[in-house]
């Protein structure tokens, strides 16, 4: 019915074998299956005053896809400018035959 990810990593990225700045990484996803063929999530990624986060929903029965992910980030881009940006999609497709699947985004 539900799962939880989360890691606390080197904030300087994947395969870094220094953290120069000492800072760290804390990431977490939860997701929540109300349903069988309905799952709905939560993300949320900080590092310092660098907050990101979203919500995701996919709903899938037989050959049809309905899927929708939001993300936002709030932090520092630079030293002097801040980002403060936020987006998201809505996916539909439906398998007609084994080899065609028609893809609306």
């Known amino acids: 019915m539900v799962t939880l990810n989360a890691v606390l990593v080197n904030g300087e990225g ?15 996803r939860v997701t929540v299956f109300p349903l069988s063929r309905l ?12 907050h ?8 899938m029965d037989h050959a049809a896809l309905v899927e929708g992910e939001f993300l936002a980030r709030r932090g520092p881009f630079t030293s002097t ?14 398998q007609v035959r084994p080899w065609l699947q028609p893809v609306l985004k």
């Open 39 to 50: 799952a709905v999530a939560a993300k949320y990624l900080g590092q310092g005053r660098d």
């Open 81 to 94: 400018t801040t980002v403060d940006a936020s987006g998201g999609y809505v996916l539909a497709a439906y």
């Open 14 to 28: 994947s395969n870094r074998l220094t953290n120069p700045d000492g800072r760290e990484m804390a990431i977490g």
């Open 52 to 59: 990101r986060w979203g919500y995701d929903a996919r709903w």
